[in-house]
């Protein structure tokens, strides 16, 4: 009798009390559970239908002349917006999480139909004094004001051209370390320096060469090859924000076009360049919702060095190489309420200088494009564009020159995310 009695109480706190007995079970109380460490997950999602008035191929074959030596510049099957038709540009998914109070981690994984691979992955410090903060891992160095943000952030569907010419399409993005100090100033006012390989082939690089017939040998470049410095500054005059910086990398230029291959021919550079550039960005707001906003970059590279050059007779001829570039973009964006904005763009290669053994190359200069878009986004995380791009900047080589080969498109592009996915910094 006394066990059916103790049996029957058992019972009682089981099913009348079970929030009192099962309460340090909960995922509240439990210090194991795996919901507290699962990071913010997002998943952004890019495709685009492009109309555009000359073939693919002739498309893959234009290049920016001059700025890169000899083509590392051309368009590619993988870039945004590559073929006539639709185009699965990208899927991005982004991981951040606090790691412990000292530091926090973030990633952005590429998905592409080819596969996937690392867009960013480092660390950053919390609880540093005195307004420093340290980052190391692979990111988008913070040269200017485009560079370092992720497509999906971009006011068009496409990189700015002297951004493309100077970083090529995945912009400059390296393996290293920023620290960046915030000064304690009534406005805001941020130094940074960066430490990278410098392993982007567009303006650095850091592959050795050598001629198989010829004991010429140029080895590759070890440690850190690319340096980059920022300032930058944001203040308020009344519904004016306004932010500047201005940003300078330099580092050695390596790059082997077919020299070190057993070829008839093959080109190489051995250099050093120097890329100075300034931004300047004003928003306007027009009320709680509506604005109009000003962005404008300036960029210029100097590279010297020397040009290695192997002619179908296996000839190797060592040459002087001097190179001077320039070029911005300006753009105006109009927020007209919740859903629409407009926005026009004007990208311009300016200087385009070259000289080889101290001889003036017959390149041309002053290269523009002439963008103009709209925009509808029915939420925050889905946006539909539709872009309009006249580009004069693109030519072919011919046998003794350069024929200009510009072009019209049509781009509608469409993105949506899901997931948490922190805001953008202004």
Do not use: C
Request: proline share 4%; glycine share 8%.
């Amino acid at each position: 009798m006394k066990f059916k009695k103790t049996f029957i109480s058992v019972l009682f706190v089981l099913f009348l009390w079970p929030g009192w007995l099962l309460r340090s079970q909960s995922k509240e109380g439990s210090a194991f559970d795996q919901s507290k460490y699962v990071p913010d997950i997002a998943l952004i999602l890019d495709v685009s239908g492009v109309a555009r008035d000359i073939a693919d191929q002739q498309y893959y074959s234009l290049t920016i002349p001059g700025f890169s030596y000899p083509f590392l510049n051309q368009p590619s099957s993988s870039s945004l917006n590559a073929h006539r038709g639709i185009n699965f540009n990208y899927g991005e998914m982004s991981l951040y999480s606090v790691v412990d109070p000292y530091f926090d981690l973030f990633a952005v994984i590429d998905l592409s139909s080819d596969g996937a691979g690392l867009e960013e992955a480092y660390f950053t410090t919390r609880k540093l004094p005195y307004g420093f903060q340290v980052k190391a891992g692979k990111f988008l160095a913070s040269f200017g004001r485009v560079n370092e943000q992720h497509e999906h952030y971009w006011d068009f569907a496409n990189r700015p051209l002297i951004a493309t010419a100077l970083f090529g399409e995945d912009g400059l993005n390296e393996i290293g370390a920023q620290v960046t100090w915030v000064a304690p100033t009534s406005f805001y006012l941020m130094f940074g320096a960066e430490v990278l390989n410098g392993a982007n082939e567009q303006s650095f690089g850091t592959t050795g060469f050598s001629d198989p017939r010829s004991n010429i040998a140029i080895n590759a470049v070890q440690g850190p090859n690319l340096f980059v410095g920022f300032i930058r500054s944001s203040f308020d005059i009344e519904d004016a924000s306004i932010l500047f910086g201005i940003s300078n990398a330099m580092g050695r230029t390596r790059t082997d076009q077919g020299f070190s291959s057993t070829g008839e021919t093959g080109e190489a550079i051995n250099a050093n360049t120097d890329i100075i550039g300034g931004d300047l960005t004003v928003k306007y707001s027009l009320d709680a919702i509506r604005y109009l906003s000003f962005q404008s970059e300036y960029m210029y590279r100097v590279m010297n060095g020397t040009d290695y050059f192997r002619d179908s007779s296996s000839a190797v001829s060592l040459l002087s190489l001097d190179k001077h570039h320039s070029g911005f973009y300006t753009q105006v964006i109009a927020k007209l309420d919740l859903l629409w904005r407009i926005g026009v763009r004007y990208d311009l290669l300016m200087q385009n200088d070259v000289s080889l053994g101290g001889v003036d190359q017959p390149i041309p200069s002053n290269l523009p494009r002439y963008s103009a878009m709209i925009e509808y986004s029915p939420t925050e995380f889905s946006r539909l564009r539709l872009q309009f791009d006249r580009d004069e900047s693109r030519y072919v080589q011919i046998s003794g020159g350069w024929s200009q080969q510009p072009y019209t498109q049509i781009i509608l592009q469409a993105n949506f995310t899901i997931g948490a996915h922190g805001a953008h910094a202004f």
